[in-house]
């Protein structure tokens, strides 16, 4: 009887961690920019920039030219491996009025994996050359997938956000139509 309420209500220990398979990937392309470096506190919707894709993929691109709209996977390239994962918590954005966030609550790049992904306003696509509009990636960043944003699978209406997020998209958006 003891075993069986000891099974029931005492402390669990937490599931073992299955081993995952490692994971390699390889650049389908690179953004070129005028864009140099991040933290200059840029309104990144009006950035235009390329994304060059290796040209033994560019009939892998069949098609994408009728969307509006794509998602794009890359790897900050210019964060330091040591800094990566080296912060479990953070101020997102490091501005302190913004509150403590585990960073898998975060847009940050100081992740574990740091993989990044924007939608872009997708402008125009010439042989193995996407032109693109709102992409947050600085000249040389690795691009590790593209995928058309399709808004029956993408868009979530009913998505929320902590109420600081809107906070700060308010603020952001006001900056920007004051420039």
Do not use: C
Not at 64 to 79: A, E, G, K, R
């Amino acid at each position: 009887m003891l075993q069986r309420a000891s099974r029931l209500f005492g402390r669990r220990s937490p599931a073992p961690f299955p081993q995952p398979a490692d994971v390699n990937l390889r650049p389908i392309g690179v953004v070129r920019s005028r864009v140099k470096e991040t933290g200059d506190g840029r309104d990144w919707r009006e950035v235009k920039s390329q994304i060059v894709i290796r040209p033994e993929l560019a009939d892998a691109l069949l098609g994408l030219d009728t969307y509006s709209h794509i998602m794009v996977l890359f790897w900050p390239h210019l964060v330091p491996d040591e800094v990566r994962g080296s912060k479990h918590r953070l101020h997102p954005r490091d501005d302190p009025q913004n509150p403590l966030q585990g960073v898998l609550a975060t847009r940050s790049q100081i992740r574990f994996n740091p993989i990044l992904v924007t939608t872009v306003q997708l402008l125009g696509v010439k042989r193995n050359v996407l032109r693109v509009r709102g992409l947050d990636a600085i000249d040389g960043t690795p691009v590790l997938d593209v995928k058309p944003y399709v808004p029956y699978f993408d868009l979530v209406p009913e998505a929320k956000v902590p109420e600081w997020v809107t906070r700060r998209a308010e603020e952001l958006r006001a900056s920007a139509s004051r420039k």
